[in-house]
């Protein structure tokens, strides 16, 4: 299902990482304008407060949990609450992602291993914390945005996404 900016989504709950910039914050929007309930999980409090404010404009509510995904403690936790204040996730959109800088001829195994958390460990952690809790025969539906950008690209300029969300 392509979302077209409907309602489509009413009374749903879409848990989104890395939602104060670039894809994770353009597919928040849509989302929300699609009349989804968010919880939105980022490490900046301040830009998740502006983007939950922007959610809120939609007329959904939008719950901003500030969240390190290379910490799992924090991802477990920020799934229970999710979990907890709405009762389940319908929608999970794993877009917080990061990069280790540099070449891999200096690359630490510290920031290796960073990068594994963020973008490979706490997805599994927050697909296996929600999966089952709205439709315990099938899990929530699993949106899939991405953008591929080649190192040293420049990146689109602010508010330039325009996600096209498929649902599976």
Not at 130 to 147: C, I, N
Request: with cysteine; charged share 20%.
């Amino acid at each position: 299902m392509e979302l077209s900016g409907e309602r489509e989504l009413a009374g749903q709950v879409a848990l989104v990482t890395g939602v104060t910039s670039g894809l994770g914050r353009a597919t928040a929007i849509a989302l929300a304008q699609a009349g989804a309930n968010l919880v939105l999980l980022a490490r900046g409090e301040k830009e998740l407060d502006q983007v939950a404010a922007e959610a809120a404009h939609s007329g959904v509510r939008a719950l901003p949990v500030p969240v390190d995904l290379a910490e799992a403690e924090h991802v477990l936790s920020a799934a229970e609450r999710a979990l907890s204040e709405f009762g389940g996730v319908d929608l999970l959109v794993n877009s917080g992602a990061t990069d280790a800088p540099g070449g891999i001829e200096g690359l630490a195994a510290t920031d290796w291993d960073r990068v594994l958390a963020v973008n490979l460990r706490a997805p599994f952690l927050l697909s296996k914390a929600v999966f089952f809790s709205v439709h315990p025969e099938r899990g929530p539906r699993h949106a899939r945005p991405s953008v591929t950008r080649c190192r040293g690209s420049p990146r689109p300029p602010p508010g330039r996404y325009r996600p096209r969300i498929l649902l599976r």
